[in-house]
Each structure stands twice: as C-alpha cells, then as structure tokens.
C-alpha cells in the first residue's frame, strides 16, 4: 500500500481520516449562516434526541432516488466541493447518495450512543479491505469532549469486538428508543478515541465502524454536516493491489442487496 494516499491507507486501517484545510473560510461562514436557517426553521422530534437533529436536504443536480427530501443547490455545492478530495484519495468511485444531513446537537444535550451503519452485513462484500460505504463529516465547529466530539473505535470496521454483541441496532433499527441509562451504549470503552476536530476540517468513516459522540455540555451549538457516498459496484476497485477475501472472490455478482444492520459472520 505504499503507493497509495496516506489518507486512503488510514481509513483502510483504522475506518477513518481527518482532512485538514477542506473548506475555505468563506465556504465555512456560508455553511454555518445556511445551516442555522434550516436548524431554526424544522420542528425538531423526539427521536432526534440523541442526534440533536437530522435535517435530510437533498440537490438538484445531486438528487436523491428517495423524493421526501426538501431541495436546497447548496447541497449540490457541498457534494461538487467533495469531489476533488475523493478524487485525491482514489475513492471517487464512491458516489453521493445526494443528500446531507444536518447533525447539530443543541446546548446541554444529549450523548449518541455507539453504533454502526453499514446495512448489509449478510453480503460478503462485508469483508472487503477497500471501503464500500462511508461518511463525510463536515465540521462547522471547533469539537472537543465538553461539546460533545466524536468518539470512534478504531479498527472496528473490520474486526469484531466485547462490544459488538452487546449494541442495539441504530436509529430506526431501535436506538431511537433507548434509555441513557444503558451501560453498553453509552459506555467510556477501553478502546475509544476521542477526535478533537476544528472546524474546516473533514472526518472520512467507513460505515462500519464503531462510533458515538460525547454529550455537548457547552452553552454552544455544535453541528456537522453528514454525507453518505457508496461505491455501486461490487467489483474489487481497480487501485486494489491486496489480498481479496476468498468469500468475495466467490461472490454471487448477481446478489441483491438485502438491508441488515447486525454483524453477522463477515465480521471477524
């Protein structure tokens, strides 16, 4: 892999990297002003507690397949600002799936309970050492431990550890419903990390792993803006010079894609 970018190589190893320097200045003042419009405009549900909020909007170039979503250009400015950075990291097979998210957690809130959110865990393609799925985490705001920064376990992407069996399913899939009193979800793992992030920064996790965030304890608003992007093709990505898992090699290419988030026998 030494030939590849180290950014690239991090998120193969550990499930994810931090980019320096990926928005302008001026962008990030646009973004924070944008954002602040949608957050105060939306009625905010309960089961955005965890969250703080989730604001699907969707582009008009880069559009949704699923038409609920309200339409905002801004989207698609995020989506072409993106472009050059996937490019630069090799994975601009990885399309946007044309919506961003608005994940702003409000003074004296809540924590998000540990989870993943690669949905698709009877496929083989599970193993693969190249990321399939990932996010993009736009950060409008400086983020550390009191305001409630990302927690991440590295390596979770690809190997299966205590906590795995203990986790109820994300968001819709039960997480929604759980109490803060739930010592698996909420626990302080041996193995987590703490990712102090500035804002103008971007964070790129394989959807595999293992994450959660500190609750914000601050007086201040701390919002990041979330992008889903998947590679469509289940084919080994024409960069990939490593070992294939065998089970990937005998793959069914015509597999459907069946919709399940619990970690089954791909995980390790």
Known sequence: MQNLPSGLIQLMEDGYAVIDDAIPISFLSELRKWSEVWINRTVHPKNWKYQGSDIKITGIKHQSRRHEFPIDPMVDRIVDHSADIMSNLLIEDLCSGGVFQIIS????????????????????????????????????????????????????????????????????????????????????????????????????????????????????????????????????????????????????KNEPNVWDRTPGKYLR
């Not at 809130?109 to 193993?127: C, F, K, V």
């Not at 990712?195 to 790129?204: D, E």
């Not at 959807?207 to 500190?214: E, F, G, I």
């Open 105 to 252: 957690k409000p003074p004296m809130s809540s924590a998000l309970y540990w989870h993943q959110d690669w949905g698709r865990w009877t496929d083989p393609i599970s193993l693969s050492p190249w990321p399939q799925q990932v996010f993009l985490n736009w950060y409008l705001t400086d983020t550390n431990v009191e305001n409630g920064c990302l927690r991440l376990i590295p390596g979770t992407h690809k190997s299966r550890i205590d906590l795995h069996r203990h986790l109820v399913n994300a968001h819709e899939g039960g997480g929604y419903n759980i109490k803060e009193t739930n010592e698996w979800m909420f626990c302080d793992h041996p193995q987590a990390i703490d990712l102090h992030v500035k804002a103008g920064q971007l964070v790129i996790g394989d959807a595999r792993l293992l994450h959660a965030t500190h609750p914000n304890r601050s007086t201040e608003r701390r919002t990041v803006l979330l992008g889903w992007y998947y590679r469509e093709s289940n084919e080994v990505p024409e960069w990939w010079r490593g070992t294939i898992p065998n089970e990937i090699r005998r793959r069914d």
